[in-house]
C-alpha cells in the first residue's frame, strides 16, 4: 500500500526507522525487534540507505523481508551519493520487482571521512533531481525537512525553497529530522505553508537512550536541544537507564503536544531498538486513534 493512501485515514500516522544491520546475528537480532513493535500496529516503517550506497543491497534485503515475512509496509531510503542515473534507474527496478512501493528521496550525506557532498560524474547532484526520477517510475515518495535548518543551507529560507523544489516533484510526504524544541516543528510547518507546500510534515523524534551519542547526532543534523534537557542529562549521562527514562519521558511529552496540535503523525528514529518507542506509544494510548480534525488537516 502507498503511503499517500494511508495519510488518508483521518488520524495520525506512526511510523518507525531502522538501519540495515552489519551481520547475519545483527539482523535476526532486528528482525525480532520489528516482530516485537508489529504489536504497535505502525502504518509503515523506513529502512535506511547507507553513505555512498553502501547498505544498497541490504536496504533492498530488509525492505523485502518486512513486507513479505512480517507484513508491516516498508519505506526504503534512496540517495544519490556514489551512483549514476543508470544505477538509480537499476535501483529503483530491484525495488518494483520485490513489491517495494514507497521512497524516501534523500541527496544524502558525504562516505565516511569526506566533508563536502561530490556527485558522481553521471549522477544526480540534488534531492529534487532524484524524487523526479522517483515520481516518473511511478513510487509514492517522500522527502526530508529540516525544522532547524540544513546545516549545508545558507539560510532558512533558501533551504525552505530547495524543499519545496523537491515537493513540486510530487512529493505525497515530508519526514523531519529529528527536533526536540516543538516551536520549531511548528515554526517550519507554518514557513512551509506560506510558500505553498501543503503536503502532510511527519515530525520525527528520536528518543534520548545515550548522552554522548545524542550530542553527536544533533551536531551532525544541527538540531538544538533545549538547556532544561541538557542539564538534566548531564549529572546521569553515565547511567544509561536514567538516561532512557528522561529521554522516554521527554519524547512522551513531545509527541503528546504535537499530536494535541495537529502534527498528522509522528516518525519514530528507533536506532534498532524497541524499548522506548514502546514506552512512549504506551503514554499516548488514546491520541493515536482520534480523529482527524481540522487543525491535522492544515498540518
Do not use: W
Not at 21 to 36: G, N, Q, T, W, Y
Request: aromatic fraction near 8%.
Amino acid at each position: 500500500m502507498k503511503i499517500s493512501q494511508l495519510l488518508t485515514a483521518g488520524r495520525p500516522l506512526f511510523s518507525f526507522e531502522f538501519f540495515p544491520p552489519k551481520d547475519d546475528p545483527s539482523a535476526a537480532d532486528l528482525m525480532a525487534v520489528i516482530r516485537d513493535l508489529k504489536q504497535l500496529q505502525p502504518d509503515f516503517v523506513s529502512v535506511t540507505y547507507g553513505a555512498g550506497g553502501s547498505t544498497r543491497r541490504k536496504t533492498l534485503e530488509l525492505v523485502t523481508r518486512i513486507k513479505r515475512d512480517i507484513g508491516i509496509e516498508p519505506v526504503a531510503h534512496l540517495t544519490c551519493v556514489g551512483h549514476s542515473k543508470t544505477e538509480i534507474r537499476d535501483i529503483l527496478q530491484e525495488f518494483t520487482d520485490n513489491g517495494i512501493e514507497n521512497i524516501l528521496a534523500l541527496r544524502g550525506d558525504p562516505p565516511r571521512g569526506q566533508t563536502a557532498f561530490v556527485s558522481h560524474p553521471d549522477g544526480f547532484r540534488h534531492a529534487n533531481e532524484l524524487a523526479e526520477t522517483v515520481a516518473r517510475k511511478g513510487f509514492c515518495f517522500g522527502v526530508a525537512g529540516y525544522p532547524e535548518k540544513h546545516p549545508e543551507a545558507p539560510t532558512m529560507e533558501e533551504d525552505l525553497r530547495h524543499l519545496k523544489r523537491k515537493v513540486d516533484t510530487g512529493a505525497s510526504f515530508i519526514t523531519t529530522q529529528l527536533f526536540f524544541h516543538n516551536t520549531r516543528y511548528f515554526d517550519f510547518v507554518s514557513r512551509a505553508r506560506a510558500i505553498g507546500i501543503q503536503i502532510p510534515i511527519l515530525a520525527g523524534i528520536m528518543p534520548i537512550t545515550n548522552y554522548s551519542q545524542i550530542q553527536r547526532f544533533t551536531q551532525l543534523c544541527g538540531a538544538t536541544m533545549p538547556v532544561s534537557l541538557t542539564e538534566e542529562l548531564q549529572p546521569v549521562q553515565e547511567d544509561l537507564n536514567a538516561v532512557s527514562r528522561i529521554g522516554i519521558r521527554y519524547a512522551a511529552q513531545q509527541c503528546r503536544e504535537l499530536l494535541q496540535k495537529g502534527a498528522p503523525g509522528i516518525h519514530f528514529y528507533t536506532l534498532n531498538k524497541s524499548r522506548s518507542t514502546r514506552e512512549i506509544l504506551g503514554h499516548l494510548r488514546g491520541l493515536r486513534d482520534q480523529g482527524t480534525s481540522s487543525l491535522l488537516r492544515d498540518i
